[in-house]
């Protein structure tokens, strides 16, 4: 829990400057990028030695953190298209003993709770954007992620998403929905709206076309956010987007179960894991987006759309 805080800076080529949110340092995204003169790109990495997967080995009176730096162009469950090998060696605090032979600790905490996040990225997907002004039909990279932190691998699912003139929903105000029963995509349907591949489980990022509300001078994004279960997927519990092409809807983490996406035009029934039931306030989070200005550049007009974040960022843009 004490580890320290560690900065990993690489060093990477003018191509690879654009794609710099594929590079990863175990599960955990660039905490951030600096462009250099030559045109060559520093990407920042700053996390506790406890984020990110590192393994953790004992060798005499040093103690070695090991991970690995990854480019991933593809999605994650495709092979990464170079690894390189990263090591930090530390003294051996006095007295410090291996966990597993420390009988307070273990391998995994309980269901404490979990730090969720959402933000609007720039069009690279490299960072948070730095303003909220979007053209009318473009698209917005909305990103929402959940830190693991010691927990088991979590899965990052959007349950419900609408769009509303405040920033507090009141019962029966007009909304627009976006996500509905149990994380449809419904704007893909009537639109272009999409999820992009995933590079790391904790983290999802709706690929949303901004179009006119109509609601007013402000419009707010109202998600529900889910923690899950990675290996268990159903009605309740997934992440499904309308697929043009075939016709069909399509489950964005496995395609080849998309069956599980067929009640999108009916009612999806949720189902309880083993039994046990995980709606608790420790696995969801009800977060808030707006306003998002929205230009019409055809007629010079500005309507309002989506995007704000209520509160702070405790860390820099991450995915672990």
């Not at 710099?20 to 700053?46: D, H």
């Not at 080995?57 to 170079?82: C, D, H, V, W």
Request: with cysteine.
């Amino acid at each position: 829990k004490n580890s320290p805080v560690e900065v990993n800076a690489a060093l990477i080529s003018e191509e690879l400057v654009p794609h710099a949110a594929r590079l990863f340092l175990g599960t955990c995204m660039p905490s951030g990028l600096n462009v250099l003169p030559t045109g060559e790109g520093e990407v920042v990495f700053n996390y506790k030695l406890a984020d990110c997967k590192f393994k953790r080995l004992m060798k005499g009176k040093n103690i070695f953190f090991q991970n690995e730096l990854t480019y991933r162009p593809q999605p994650r469950s495709k092979p990464a298209a170079f690894l390189y090998p990263i090591e930090c060696v530390y003294k051996r605090p006095e007295g410090w003993i291996p966990a597993f032979l420390n009988p307070a600790s273990g391998i995994s905490e309980g269901r404490g709770s979990l730090v969720f996040h959402m933000a609007l990225l720039n069009d690279e997907l490299t960072s948070v954007a730095k303003t909220n002004v979007v053209p009318l039909g473009s698209f917005m990279p909305i990103w929402a992620a959940v830190e693991q932190k010691s927990h088991q691998p979590l899965l990052l699912l959007i349950e419900e998403c609408v769009a509303n003139a405040s920033p507090e929903l009141e019962p029966g105000s007009h909304v627009h929905p976006i996500i509905t029963n149990k994380g449809c995509l419904s704007d893909s349907r009537k639109g272009n709206s999409m999820f992009l591949p995933r590079y790391q489980s904790s983290a999802v990022t709706l690929y949303l076309q901004a179009f006119q509300l109509g609601f007013g001078e402000e419009v707010y994004i109202h998600c529900k956010l889910v923690a899950w279960d990675p290996e268990v997927f159903d009605e309740g519990k997934k992440a499904c987007h309308y697929k043009k092409e075939s016709e069909s809807w399509e489950l964005l983490d496995d395609p080849s179960r998309s069956a599980i996406c067929s009640c999108c035009d009916s009612t999806c029934k949720s189902r309880n894991k083993r039994g046990v039931d995980w709606e608790t306030n420790a696995f969801s989070h009800n977060s808030v987006l707006g306003p998002l200005i929205i230009m019409d550049s055809s007629t010079n007009s500005v309507s309002v759309y989506i995007i704000k974040v209520p509160w702070v960022f405790n860390k820099k843009l991450q995915g672990c």
